[in-house]
């Protein structure tokens, strides 16, 4: 079965670093999203990007996370400079299209940050 | 109010039981509802599709009630390997994304 692929899988950094997570989705999906997870809660949609175009990223805090996906396949999550609060797991999904019974959410391993 | 909202759980159950989950969403146009399932520091990984119908996929069935904006989990004859997060997911045609509920953890006990 074709897979999400993310990496890394583990970051630690320290505050005030920049930090870069990457993704690259399931062949053939137009529809890609960057979520975040702080544990005990469920994911939360950071920005979503239809080919190579935002559709939204109204909860991205955008004075220091920046996401790019320039040729509509893999895509760039950053963070600069991280925050204490920044901690969680950064899930990458992907669906065909956008949320029809035949196109869920496909997720990668993610990415557990921890900022120190 | 939050756009999903699940039963806070966790819910303790020996094996064998059989144990339902609940779900209600805010957002009456919304279309497509799944659920999904999350073991410990891991992804999600879907576990069905509900459809208006409702259906089953073994030990488990989905059911859907638009009238009520609920959707509900079934899992009959708990195995261990059932001890997970439920997530459940409803598709916001709106805003056109995937909106997740909290979660409901379920420990299946021997």
């Known amino acids: 079965e074709a897979e999400v692929a993310q990496s890394p899988r583990y970051k630690i950094t320290e505050k005030s670093q920049a930090v870069a997570f990457w993704c690259d989705p399931i062949?053939?999906?137009?529809?890609l999203y960057w979520y975040r997870q702080i544990l005990g809660q469920g994911p939360e949609l950071l920005v979503q990007?239809?080919?190579?175009?935002?559709?939204?990223d109204s909860q991205l805090p955008k004075d220091r996370f920046s996401a790019e996906r320039l040729k509509g396949v893999d895509s760039t999550l950053k963070i600069q400079p991280a925050e204490l609060g920044d901690s969680a797991m950064y899930l990458c999904?992907?669906?065909?299209?956008?949320?029809?019974?035949?196109?869920?959410?496909?997720f990668g391993n993610g990415t557990r940050l921890t900022v120190t | 109010r939050k756009e999903v909202e699940q039963d806070p759980g966790p819910f303790n159950v020996p094996e064998g039981a059989t144990v339902a989950f609940n779900c209600t969403y805010s957002?009456?146009?919304?279309?497509?509802f799944f659920w999904y399932r999350q073991d410990c520091r891991k992804e999600p990984k879907l576990l069905m599709s509900?459809?208006?119908s409702g259906n089953e996929d073994g030990r488990f069935t989905a059911q859907l009630n638009r009238a009520s904006q609920y959707i509900s989990l079934l899992i009959r004859d708990s195995k261990l390997s059932d001890s997970a997060t439920y997530l459940c997911?409803?598709?916001?045609?709106?805003?056109?994304?995937?909106?997740f509920g909290p979660g409901t953890r379920l420990s299946v006990l021997p």
């Open positions: 999904a992907s669906s065909l299209s956008a949320g029809s019974y035949n196109s869920p959410l496909h």
């Open positions: 062949s053939g999906h137009a529809t």
């Open positions: 990007f239809q080919d190579e175009s935002v559709v939204d």
């Open positions: 957002n009456s146009a919304s279309q497509s």
């Open positions: 509900v459809y208006s």
């Open positions: 997911v409803v598709y916001d045609n709106y805003g056109q994304n995937f909106v």
